[in-house]
C-alpha cells in the first residue's frame, strides 16, 4: 500500500537489466517504477512520467535506458536510469 495516500499498489511489471545489475517494478496505483540493486536489494530512484500505472517495463541491453508503458498505452523511453532521481 502507497503510505502517503493509503491506495493499493500491484505489481504489474518488473524486468532485469541485461547483466543481472538492476530490476525495475511498477504498478497499479502509482504512477512510476523504482529502479533497485539486484545485489543489496536498495533503491537506486525512481522513473516517473505515466499517468495510469505501469504494465510494462523493459530495459535496453546495455541497461542504460528503461522503457516503460501505462495502461492507456503511453510509452515513455527514459535514458541513464541509473541516474534517476532519489525519491
Not at 26 to 48: A, K
Request: with cysteine.
Amino acid at each position: 500500500s502507497h503510505a502517503s495516500t493509503g491506495a493499493t499498489t500491484l505489481l504489474y511489471a518488473a524486468s532485469f537489466s541485461q547483466n543481472g545489475k538492476y530490476i525495475a517494478a511498477g504498478g497499479s496505483g502509482v504512477n512510476e517504477c523504482r529502479i533497485f540493486d539486484n545485489t543489496t536489494g536498495h533503491s537506486l530512484g525512481c522513473v516517473s512520467g505515466l499517468e495510469h500505472g505501469v504494465f510494462a517495463l523493459a530495459f535496453s541491453a546495455d541497461g542504460a535506458t528503461l522503457v516503460s508503458m501505462d495502461d492507456a498505452g503511453r510509452i515513455l523511453v527514459r535514458r541513464r536510469v541509473a541516474g534517476a532521481s532519489r525519491r
